[in-house]
């Protein structure tokens, strides 16, 4: 069994930093490509960052410049520096991880989501 746990999210004021870190746990071989999400009120889950295992990284254009994604393959690890911190930041953010178990087939896992909320 595999579960991806984010941690790191509160509330901060317009043009702070947060770190928002994820967790995968459980029976893993491998872990490939990571992502983050976030979902503000009343909107779609949106795409924020990815990384690949290989730490190629790619970004939302209106994060670009201000997050930054970063792993760490030997913890399973995930982490998204946030700086410059804009009101429309705020939102559920999530991550999901392509998992590759010890035994069966690889699956994308979804963790339950952290709150992040910027204040004016």
């Known amino acids: 069994q595999v579960q991806l746990v984010e941690s790191g999210g509160g509330l901060v004021q317009a043009g702070g930093s947060l770190r928002l870190s994820c967790a995968a746990s459980?029976?893993?071989?491998?872990?490939?490509?990571m992502n983050w999400y976030r979902q503000a009120p009343g909107n779609q889950r949106e795409w924020v960052a990815s990384?690949?295992?290989?730490?190629?990284?790619n970004y939302a254009d209106s994060v670009k410049g201000r997050f930054t994604v970063s792993r760490d393959n030997a913890k399973n690890m995930m982490y998204l520096q946030m700086n410059s911190l804009k009101v429309e930041d705020t939102a559920i953010y999530y991550c999901?991880?392509?998992?590759?178990?010890?035994?069966?087939?690889?699956?994308?896992?979804w963790g339950q989501g952290t709150q992040v909320t910027v204040s004016s």
């Open positions: 990384i690949t295992s290989s730490r190629r990284t």
């Open positions: 459980g029976s893993i071989f491998s872990v490939n490509a």
């Open positions: 999901n991880a392509n998992v590759v178990p010890l035994s069966g087939m690889q699956y994308i896992h």
